[in-house]
C-alpha cells in the first residue's frame, strides 16, 4: 500500500509539474489539498473494525466535503488559467489523487517519528 501511494505521488507531482510549465502556475490548491489530506488521515485512522463508527462516518463526510471543495477550486483555478479541457481534466485528476496518496505515507512517517521518539526516551 505504501508502494502504491508513494507511486502516486510521484505520478501526482509530475502532472502537476507538466501544468505549471504550462502555465505558470501549479495545479494543485495546496489549502484544499490540507483539508484532504487531514480528512483522508481522519478516515484511515479510523477505519471501522466491527462496524461504521460515528466517527468514521464524520471524517467520511468531511472528505466528502473537502474532496467536493478541493476539485471545484481547482477547476476553477484551471479555468481561469485559460487550460485547455483536458488540462482541466488532469489537474483534477492531481487535486484528488496527490491527497488520497499522500495520507497513508504521511501517516507512516508520523508514526515512525513519533514511535522511534518514544522508544528512544
Not at 471545484?72 to 483536458?86: D, I, M
Request: hydrophobic share 60%.
Amino acid at each position: 500500500m505504501i508502494a502504491v501511494s508513494v507511486i502516486g505521488c510521484v505520478v501526482a507531482f509530475f502532472l502537476n509539474r507538466k501544468f505549471a510549465e504550462k502555465y505558470g502556475k501549479p495545479a494543485i490548491q495546496w489549502g484544499a489539498f490540507a483539508l484532504q489530506v487531514i480528512a483522508a488521515g481522519g478516515v484511515l485512522a479510523n477505519l471501522p473494525e466491527d462496524g461504521l463508527s460515528r466517527r468514521f462516518l464524520f471524517w467520511l463526510a468531511v472528505l466528502a466535503a473537502a474532496y467536493a471543495f478541493g476539485l471545484w477550486e481547482c477547476r476553477k483555478h484551471a479555468a481561469k488559467q485559460q487550460a485547455a479541457p483536458g488540462d482541466i481534466i488532469r489537474a483534477m485528476t492531481v487535486q484528488a489523487m496527490l491527497p488520497v496518496c499522500a495520507a497513508p505515507v504521511l501517516l507512516m512517517i508520523t508514526g515512525i517519528i513519533v514511535f522511534d521518539f518514544l522508544w528512544a526516551h
